[in-house]
Every structure is written in structure tokens, then in C-alpha cells.
């Protein structure tokens, strides 16, 4: 019933535009007298009702998972939809009129360069358009984004925990709000150029086939072209001669004198640990303090200022009620990279860390062995499905750590029964240090991201071994209590060979989550038999979480958030 209703509200919306188009073709035809102006009155609102129906159709062909598969600001559809329907339509309009142009006056040299300016105008807008929405609406990270911060929201809010959701930290302003439009520096200017650029290749495009002009046409060219070469040198003097004093300032100074301007012995001269993170002083000589006007533009100050907010946004917060922390903090990991400016010095830092992920050929490569070796087979779907719920697709945080969550009911009663320490003792160690050592397991205590690190640092105080042991560690969250029994054969060589080998690379995190699920039974069944192909379109999530979680499975919804994410990948496979 709800679809046949919709589909005669499509009828209807298309019903309505097509009257709407003929109603208002009627009305300027009555404008026009001459034949050839009567078609073009015509075609511009029968062009319009076509983009409009093209909108109207898409949106109803529309499946309930693409609608909801992103996060929508509610500008989207005004800033994308309305701009590319308008870009295309004048795009058809001058392509009609340039048809009537040929027709009349066989003069192919004025349509291409009509064609050309209207094309660059189209492309122009619609950049444009989307470099507003991004940095001024959407604060610089793309809509997909957005939805891991609202999916992280809901989750704190419906669960009341502080665990990490999501890798994207959820900016609080444009980075570039300080620049024209809100764009980044230079974006402007690059614009400005380009289409100073074409406007001026269409002038002498079109100029090429006219013939028999008068003398005020002729006057009027000349002046065109004076305008846009003027405009163009003065914009290509203005960049390359901007970047190029710039560049030749620092040739010209002393080459023994320091960035304040005082030699070498001056005690006055400043340090290079004043210069802000990640720019590094050139091989050398000292670079120049950011406070120097004569040394970098205000572009490029504001430009720097600009990455370094965006590089401070990635950091997690020192301290923070449980919200925020929940907001920031542990918004640490997800399936892409964010594309944001790094906060590390070199280059190669971050290589290093990115060279610790395990890609989903090398995934594959390991369940093929797995199948020949052990006759067990996994999907690919399912084991990105145990990823995705436990880690939001990353094992290693954005230092190069492995990510884990401490646990501190887990060290209370490692302590009781690995190193039979008395309960009197235990509560006598409890008193200062509440958040790393209690009882019954809570959330009330996790910070998540970098900052479980701060706790665990405070458990090794304590006991090293058993403060490793009480943490989950990578892509799978696998327990470190799990050395002495689950992945015992994984043959580490004690814990510290395991801590080691977690901040290495994901693949360990890998071979011991298959460890793992080989091992763990749930009800004398291996949990890796509930996930397996054996099984494949009616797995046992409730089994597998049962026996991979625990008992507290259902207030989480692990077994519900598995089967969605399961989904998810499977459609992206297929």
C-alpha cells in the first residue's frame, strides 16, 4: 500500500511539471513574435521541466538503504542537487542556442567559444558550490564522516558508555574561516585566474570568425582584450611574483644571520623548539619564527594556524567530562584514512604507521591457508563484519600503538588468582587508584583511545605482567589474559614478546583472533564454527558473541551490530 501511494505521488509531481512547463510556455510565448524566438522562450522551461523530473525519478528510485547509507546535512540537496540541475540546464541551453546561432549565421568560431565560457562557468559553479558546502557547512570532512560522529552520538547516548566508535573527530569550526569565502588560501585566486584564463581564449576564439564588423564592434574588441590581458598579467605578476619574493628574501640574507636577525653568538637568538610542530627547520640554517612579517605572508601564517587546528583536533583531550571523552576521545579509529594535515615532523612517521595495516588482500591470503590447512572457511564479509563492531576497522592508534581498552575488574581478579595476592591487599592497592582497579567490570572507567594508555601505564606501577594481561589489544580486542590459555599456541615468548608484536602490525592481531576462535568453545563448540561458511546466510552471531563477549552480549547488541555490518560488507563485495 505505502509503495502504490508513492508511486501515485510520483504521477502526480510529474503530472504537475509537465503543466507546469506548458503553462508557462504559453505565457512568453506571448512575448514573442519572431518563430526562431519562440522556440528559445519555449525550450527553457521545457529543459527545466526535464531536470526537474530527472529529480523527482531519482528520488524515487531511491532504495531505503542509499537513502540512509550517509549522513545528509539538510543544505545538501540545495547545494548539489539544485547547482548540478541548474549547471546542466544552462549547459543545454546554450548548446540549443548555438544550434539556432550555426543555423543563422554559419559562424562555428563564436559557439565554441560561447561553449567554452558557459562549459568553464557550469564547471566553475559547481565547484565552487561544493567548496562552500564542504569547509563552511560540513567544517572540512566529507558527509560519510559526519555519519560515523552521529552513529558514535547515538551509541553514547543510547548505551551511556564511552567506547570508540569512529576514527573522525568531529571539528568544531572551519579550519579556513578566516580566509574569503571560508575557502584555503589561494583557492580564490586559483579560480579568479582560471577563468580569466578562458574568458579570454573564448574572446579570441570568437573573434576569429567574425567578419565585416564596425567600427565600434571593432572598438569594443579591442577594449576586451585589453581588459583580460590586463587582468591576467596582473593576476599571474601578483602569485609568481608574490612566491618569488618570498623565496628570494630568504637567498638574500646574511647567511650567518638568525631568523630574529642577530648573528650566531647573539644570546637574543631564538631557539628552533619555538617553531610550532611539524614545520622542520631547513638543513642549514635556522627557518624563520612565525611572528616575523617579513618572513611569511599572512596566506601562509593563516594557512599554517589553519593546519595546526586541524592537527590539534586529532589530539585527544587532557581531560573531559565522560561525554566529551565519549565525543573525542574515543572517536579514535575507522575504516579510511581521515585526509587531514598530519601532527608528526616527518613524512616517514606517518608511512610507518600506515604500513601496519592489514588490507584485505592479505586477509584473504591468510583464510585461503587457513582453509587448505584446517578445512575451515571464512569470508571475507564476515571477518571485516568482527573488525568493524570490535575496532571500527583499525588496530592501531594514530601514534602507532596497538588500541586497547584496560580493564580493571579483570586486574583485580588476575591479582586474586595469578598471583594469589589477598583480597585485603587488593582493596588496601584499590583506594588510590579506583579507575584501574575494581571489583565488577563497569564502563565507568574507560577513556578509550591514547588516553587507556594513561591507565594502563598506571596499572604496570603495580604489576607489569598482569597490567598487560588485563588489557584487550588490537583490530579484535583479543583479552592478554588469553596467552596463558586461547592463544597459547601462538607461542609467544612471554607478555612482553606479545605487546611487542601488537604495535608491530595487524596481522598479528589477525593470527591471534584465528587463534582464538579456534580455541574458545561455546558450549563445546568452536566459535570459529559458528561464523564459518558452514554456516554461510544463516550464521550463529548469538553463539559467537556469547562465547567471544560474554554473557553481557545482549546490552550491547553485538550479536545485532554484527549481523548489520555483515550485511554491509557483503553488499560491498558483491
Known amino acids: 500500500m505505502k509503495k502504490q501511494s508513492a508511486f501515485y505521488q510520483l504521477i ?50 531511491k532504495t531505503e538503504d542509499q ?16 547547482t548540478i540541475i541548474f549547471a546542466i540546464t544552462l549547459v543545454l541551453i546554450t548548446i540549443f542556442y548555438s544550434i539556432l546561432m550555426y543555423i543563422e549565421k554559419k559562424n562555428l568560431f563564436s559557439i565554441v567559444g560561447l561553449l567554452i565560457i558557459v562549459i568553464w562557468i557550469a564547471v566553475f559553479m559547481i565547484y565552487f558550490v561544493w567548496s562552500v558546502y564542504h569547509y563552511n557547512i560540513n567544517f572540512g570532512i566529507t558527509d560519510g564522516e559526519w555519519q560515523k560522529i552521529a552513529e558514535a552520538k547515538r551509541d553514547a547516548r543510547e548505551f551511556g558508555i564511552d ?53 565600434d564592434l571593432v572598438a569594443l574588441r579591442i577594449q576586451q582584450f585589453e581588459f583580460f590581458e590586463t587582468a591576467f598579467l596582473m593576476m599571474i605578476a601578483f602569485y609568481f611574483g608574490d612566491k618569488s619574493l618570498k623565496y628570494f628574501r630568504e637567498r638574500w640574507k646574511n647567511p650567518n644571520q638568525q631568523a630574529d636577525g642577530s648573528t650566531p653568538n647573539s644570546p637574543s637568538a631564538p631557539p628552533n623548539s619555538q617553531l610550532p610542530e611539524g614545520i622542520m627547520p631547513s638543513a642549514g640554517t635556522p627557518p624563520p619564527s612565525l611572528e616575523q612579517d617579513d618572513s611569511l605572508g599572512d596566506d601562509d601564517r593563516e594557512f ?31 575504516g579510511e584514512q581521515l585526509n587531514v594535515a598530519s601532527s608528526f615532523g616527518f613524512v616517514q612517521i606517518m608511512d610507518n604507521i600506515n604500513s601496519k595495516i592489514l588490507n584485505d588482500e592479505e586477509i584473504q591470503e591468510v583464510l585461503e591457508n587457513l582453509a587448505e590447512k584446517d578445512g575451515i572457511i ?61 571489583k565488577s567490570w563497569t564502563r565507568q572507567y574507560y577513556k578509550g583511545g591514547i588516553s587507556e594508555y594513561d591507565r594502563l601505564d598506571r596499572a604496570r606501577k603495580i604489576d607489569p605482567e598482569i597490567a598487560v594481561l588485563s588489557a584487550s589489544w588490537g ?38 583472533f584465528l587463534e582464538f576462535i579456534k580455541t574458545k568453545k561455546h558450549k563445546g563448540t568452536p566459535l570459529i564454527n559458528f561464523i564459518s561458511e558452514e554456516k554461510s546466510g544463516s550464521y550463529d552471531w548469538a553463539s559467537f558473541a556469547f562465547g567471544y563477549n560474554g554473557s553481557g552480549y545482549k546490552v550491547n547488541k553485538y550479536d545485532t551490530k554484527l549481523q548489520a555490518a555483515y550485511e554491509k560488507f557483503k553488499k560491498m563485495q558483491s
Do not use: C
Open 304 to 334: 599554517m594556524e589553519g593546519e595546526e587546528t586541524v592537527g590539534d583536533m586529532q589530539q585527544p583531550p587532557a581531560s573531559g567530562s565522560p561525554i566529551t571523552n565519549l565525543k573525542n576521545a574515543l572517536l579514535e579509529s575507522r
Open 378 to 438: 571464512l569470508s571475507l564479509p564476515v571477518v571485516k563484519s568482527v573488525i568493524s563492531v570490535e575496532s571500527s576497522g583499525r588496530g592501531h592508534l594514530s601514534d602507532g600503538r596497538a588500541k586497547i581498552l584496560f580493564e580493571g575488574h579483570l586486574m583485580w581478579k588476575l591479582l586474586s588468582s595469578i598471583r594469589k595476592m589477598p583480597e585485603e591487599e587488593i582493596i588496601k592497592l584499590q583506594k588510590s587508584n579506583e579507575d584501574i582497579l575494581y
Open 163 to 215: 567506547l570508540p566508535t569512529s576514527g573522525v573527530r568531529e571539528p568544531l569550526y572551519n579550519p579556513y574561516r578566516s580566509q574569503t569565502f571560508g575557502l584555503p588560501p589561494g583557492t580564490v585566486r586559483g579560480m579568479i585566474a582560471f577563468t580569466l584564463l578562458f574568458g579570454g581564449i573564448s574572446l579570441l576564439i570568437s573573434s576569429m570568425g567574425s567578419e565585416e564588423l564596425s567600427s
Open 475 to 512: 583490530l579484535f580486542q583479543i583479552l592478554g589474559e588469553n596467552l596463558n590459555h586461547n592463544i597459547k599456541g601462538r607461542k609467544y615468548a612471554d607478555y612482553k614478546d606479545f605487546e611487542e608484536k601488537q604495535h608491530e602490525h595487524e596481522k598479528y592481531h589477525f593470527m591471534d
Open 67 to 82: 537513502i540512509s547509507s550517509y549522513y545528509v546535512n539538510k543544505y545538501h540537496d540545495v547545494f548539489f542537487k539544485g
Open 12 to 61: 502526480i509531481k510529474i503530472a504537475a511539471t509537465i503543466l507546469m512547463a506548458v503553462a508557462i510556455g504559453f505565457l512568453i510565448r506571448n512575448f514573442y513574435t519572431e518563430e526562431k524566438d519562440v522556440v528559445l522562450a519555449l525550450t527553457i522551461p521545457a529543459i527545466i521541466a526535464v531536470g526537474l523530473i530527472y529529480g523527482i525519478l531519482i528520488r524515487y528510485f
